[in-house]
Nanobody
Framework: QVQLVESGGGLVQAGGSLRLSCAAS????????MGWYRQAPGNQRELVAA???????NYVDSVKGRFTISRDNAKNTVYLQMNSLKPEDTAVYYC???????????????WGQGAQVTVSS
């Protein structure tokens, strides 16, 4: 099995910063892309940022210049540094990883449990 465990959510005032972490563990052979999604009440889940194993990154326009995604491939961990937070960033943030297990030739998608991020005005 593969587990993704998130940490780092919380309550912060507008303009503040938070850092999310997501560690993958289990029977992992390799990880391709890792990313962060978010879902606010009444909204669909949206991709916030993603990073491939070779270091390529992409961001949704609304967070460019404020959020930074990074990976520690040796630790199978992905981070999301969130600066200059706005009330509209309030959502549950989910990490996501495309993982190939030792007993498989395919990559499957796994999700973390979600971390609440609340930005007060």
């Amino acid at each position: 099995q593969v587990q993704l465990v998130e940490s780092g959510g919380g309550l912060v005032q507008a303009g503040g910063s938070l850092r999310l972490s997501c560690a993958a563990s289990g029977s992992i052979f390799s990880i391709n892309a890792m990313g962060w999604y978010r879902q606010a009440p009444g909204n669909q889940r949206e991709l916030v940022a993603a990073a491939t194993s070779d270091g390529s990154t992409n961001y949704v326009d609304s967070v460019k210049g404020r959020f930074t995604i990074s990976r520690d491939n040796a630790k199978n961990t992905v981070y999301l540094q969130m600066n200059s937070l706005k009330p509209e960033d309030t959502a549950v943030y989910y990490c996501n990883a495309q993982v190939r297990r030792h007993d498989s030739n395919n990559y499957n998608t796994y999700w973390g449990q979600g971390a609440q991020v609340t930005v007060s005005s």
